[in-house]
């Protein structure tokens, strides 16, 4: 009894320790599931933190776990995900991608990276697929949604084909130039310009291209461009052709920096002007002869505007109308013009103005700063904008006020003449030389027997009137009197009437000789004497 009662007791003992070894055990384990649940749980929170997707997969492409920050990016509901295969959730495409990566990764125990679209929610999103070895048998699939970067992308590409595009058939030139001034990329538009194929350009520098004058102002621009001092600038320079002629440009350049801040290279424009400057310097010329000419004119010039106030007179006008030219300038032309010549004026100026006419010419009266009239023959032109609209005009003005006394003095020697003429019994004629031609008055056809309309007054028809006895007599004082060996013409000679018979007639004449001394009109006049 005594030996059972210690085998019990032993047992007891042995009982107890193998319970406390178990409670233990059990502790411990209870301990270790309570640390995988809360690593699990970290884990899976830490895995839904971030934008990815993670999927535990089986080597049959069994999904067995997912973890996700939102179930909106699952391709399918949580429920229709979990023990399915990826082929029966997937379309069969990317299934198929799916299932080929498990199998690379599980044979090679390396990652795996995929990219494929999905439909989610309507639209067709982007994904990166990163299969990775997981447990025994098992993968775990990390899947990026990369539609931005995708988007990014095909816009920085598309940026990217637009420059090309833009940079390789832009109609000026163009060039990508590297930090030490060499360029590495150049346009058609720009080989063109300097005559030189892309393949010569490249080895060339810029500064090899440019003329050495222009250097300095180049390099100091280059220079505050890559100091940050301005985000580009602009000059016009001169460059090389290949032929040796200079070309002119109008060069803009800008900066292009890395992400980091740092220049990288430099994008040049460069427009081809030497048309242009050439232009620019035919204008200048232009411009210098016009306003040499203008202030040396003989004749008075004014640039008037559209409502008539002089912009610009010459020193001629200011000395035909007595002013200066700060008086001129603030006078109206309304103000020096005689009044009985404004509204004419305005007229012409309005057919002017509307393109009725190109220009216009006409004589005008001014008043001199004395008060006495000015006689002008004017010219007036209108300046217009390349647009067509008006500008201003140009008035020439020539002083003909002399001339005008002149023709007034001459109307009245002419009226003082022609009652002379009128009273008495001779009559008139008048032979231009050169033209052959020979006018008899009204009086001179009358003595002859005809109307003022019936004989027209050829020479060879007065040279056939003459009397046969008389014609070369007529002849020979005429050319004597031509040759200048007599100072006047007189003689008396017969000529034919109209009815017939001979009458006798005075002759009287003078001839008037050109600069040369050459005659070149004869006039006088005839008497009847019979």
Avoid at 154 to 173: H, Q, T
Avoid at 311 to 334: D, F, H, K, R, S
Avoid at 384 to 404: E, F, M, N, Q
Wanted: glycine letters at 6%; hydrophobic letters at 40%; a negative charge.
């Amino acid at each position: 009894h005594d030996e059972l009662e210690q085998r019990v007791q032993r047992r007891t003992v042995d009982l107890a320790a193998a319970v406390g070894v178990l409670r233990a055990e059990i502790e411990e384990r209870e301990r270790a599931e309570a640390r995988l649940a809360h690593a699990t749980a970290e884990l899976r929170a830490i895995l839904e933190a971030f934008p990815d997707l993670h999927f535990r997969l089986g080597a049959e492409g069994d999904i067995r776990e997912y973890y996700a920050g939102s179930t909106a990016d699952l391709h399918a509901a949580p429920e229709d995900l979990l023990g399915r295969k990826a082929s029966e959730v997937l379309p069969a495409e990317v299934a198929t991608q799916i299932h080929q990566a498990i199998g690379r990764t599980l044979d090679s125990g390396a990652m795996t990276q995929i990219e494929c679209e999905l439909p989610i929610r309507g639209v067709e999103e982007h994904y990166e697929v990163r299969i990775v070895p997981f447990g025994t048998n098992e993968t775990m699939a990390v899947v990026r949604n990369v539609s931005e970067r995708y988007e990014a992308e095909a816009a920085l590409r598309e940026s990217e084909e637009r420059f090309e595009s833009a940079f390789k058939y832009a109609p000026i030139g163009m060039a990508l130039v590297g930090l030490e001034g060499r360029p590495f990329q150049v346009n058609r538009a720009l080989c063109d310009m300097l005559g030189y194929s892309e393949a010569e350009l490249l080895e060339r520098s810029v500064g090899e291209v440019t003329h050495p004058d222009d250097l300095p102002e180049a390099y100091t621009q280059l220079q505050r461009l890559l100091a940050g001092q301005c985000a580009t600038y602009r000059l016009e320079k001169r460059y090389f052709h290949k032929d040796g002629r200079l070309v002119w440009g109008r060069l803009s350049a800008s900066l292009v920096r890395d992400a980091a801040g740092n220049p990288r290279y430099v994008i040049i424009q460069v427009g081809d002007i030497t048309a242009q400057r050439a232009a620019d310097a035919c204008l200048r010329e232009s411009e210098q002869r016009f306003t040499g000419a203008f202030l040396s004119a003989p004749s008075g010039m004014a640039l008037v505007s559209l409502d008539g106030h002089p912009i610009q007179v010459n020193p001629a006008l200011c000395e035909m109308l007595g002013y200066t030219e700060q008086e001129m300038l603030t006078l109206p032309v309304a103000e020096v013009m005689h009044p009985e010549d404004l509204d004419a004026a305005l007229a012409d100026r309005e057919r002017l103005v509307s393109g009725e006419v190109p220009s216009y010419q006409s004589e005008r009266r001014y008043f001199h700063k004395s008060g006495r009239v000015v006689w002008t023959q004017m010219s007036v032109s209108l300046v217009r904008h390349r647009d067509g609209h008006p500008l201003y005009l140009v008035s020439h003005l020539s002083d003909i006020t002399a001339r005008k006394k002149a023709e007034e003095a001459l109307r009245q020697s002419e009226e003082r003449f022609a009652l002379a003429v009128a009273g008495s019994k001779d009559g008139l004629w008048d032979w231009n030389i050169l033209g052959r031609e020979l006018f008899f008055s009204p009086r001179a056809k009358r003595i002859l027997g005809y109307e003022a309309n019936e004989f027209e007054g050829r020479l060879d028809e007065w040279d056939e009137r003459l009397h046969a006895q008389d014609r070369d007599r007529v002849h020979a004082e005429t050319l004597a009197h031509l040759n200048g060996a007599t100072p006047h013409l007189e003689m008396e000679l017969r000529v034919r009437h109209k009815d017939g018979t001979y009458r006798w007639i005075l002759v009287r004449g003078l001839c008037i000789r050109d600069a040369a001394g050459i005659a070149c009109r004869m006039a006088g006049s005839i008497t009847d004497i019979t």
